[in-house]
């Protein structure tokens, strides 16, 4: 089985912890998996990074979906105080495919410049 894992940058401002709540509260996302709180394995994701969520997969997910399941869960945890209040422009979601069959979702803010 191949996991999921998310990174979300600590200026997110929601931690591993109000994601992963989030992630089990959303009946689309707990229907993919359980998420669960890990220590980052020593692989620097993003500077500062300590831990990751992981969510084991049985199914392929579509990037839309996923982008999608994880924007929802970024703005509801930041709406319910989990996290720093704040303006932000727009939501980046990476997700690349590791060579040992793991998805990595990189959640980070993107400031767009004038």
Do not use: H
């Not at 600590?10 to 709180?37: K, L, M, N, Y």
């Not at 620097?44 to 929802?72: H, I, M, Q, W």
């Amino acid at each position: 089985m191949d996991r999921l894992l998310v990174v979300v940058d600590p200026e997110v401002g929601v931690p591993a912890s109000a994601f992963a709540a989030g992630w089990g509260a959303d009946p689309r996302a707990s229907e993919i998996g359980p998420a669960v709180v890990e220590p980052s394995s020593g692989e620097v994701f993003l500077p500062g990074l300590v831990e990751l969520v992981v969510v084991p997969v049985a199914v392929n997910l579509a990037t839309s979906v996923l982008y999608d399941l994880v924007k929802r869960i970024v703005t509801a945890a930041r709406k319910s105080g989990s996290g720093a209040p704040g303006e932000v422009e727009a939501l980046e979601v990476q997700d690349l495919a590791r060579a040992n069959g793991d998805r990595l979702v990189v959640v980070r803010w993107r400031r767009e410049r004038s």
